[in-house]
Nanobody, 117 residues
Framework: QVEVVESGGGLVQAGDSLRLSCLVSGGIFADYSMGWYRQAPGKRREFIAG???????FYKPSVKGLFNISRDNAKNTLYLQMDSLTPEDTAVYYCKREKIGSTPELWGQGTQVTVSS
C-alpha cells in the first residue's frame, strides 16, 4: 500500500518562509515525477511546482524564484521551500505522485498553509 503524506504546514506571517515535506511510503520513489499543488478557498486546485525523476524542476511562473522544489530519493521525500510568503499563498498544499504507465497518480491528504498579513 503506497501512501503520500504531507507535513510542514502552519500559520506564518507575510514575508516568512516555510518548508513542506511529502513522504511517500511504498513503491520506488525515484521512479516517479512528483508535484506540488495547492487549493485556495473557493478556487480550483492548481499546479505550482514539479520535479522530474532526474531532478529537473519546473514551476508555475508566479512562484518561480520564490519557491524551490527538491527531492531526496534516499529518504523517499519531496520538499517545497517557500520564501517571501504572502496572504495569497494561503491554501491547502497537496503532494502528488504523478501517473506513470498504467499506474495512476496518487495524492496526499494535504497540509494547510495560512499566511497572515
Amino acid at each position: 500500500q503506497v501512501e503520500v503524506v504531507e507535513s510542514g504546514g502552519g500559520l506564518v506571517q507575510a514575508g516568512d518562509s516555510l518548508r513542506l515535506s511529502c513522504l511517500v511510503s511504498g513503491g520506488i520513489f525515484a521512479d516517479y515525477s512528483m508535484g506540488w499543488y495547492r487549493q485556495a478557498p473557493g478556487k480550483r486546485r492548481e499546479f505550482i511546482a514539479g520535479i522530474s525523476i532526474g531532478g529537473s524542476p519546473f514551476y508555475k511562473p508566479s512562484v518561480k524564484g520564490l519557491f524551490n522544489i527538491s527531492r531526496d530519493n534516499a529518504k523517499n521525500t519531496l520538499y517545497l521551500q517557500m520564501d517571501s510568503l504572502t496572504p495569497e499563498d494561503t491554501a491547502v498544499y497537496y503532494c502528488k505522485r504523478e501517473k506513470i504507465g498504467s499506474t495512476p497518480e496518487l495524492w496526499g491528504q494535504g497540509t494547510q498553509v495560512t499566511v497572515s498579513s
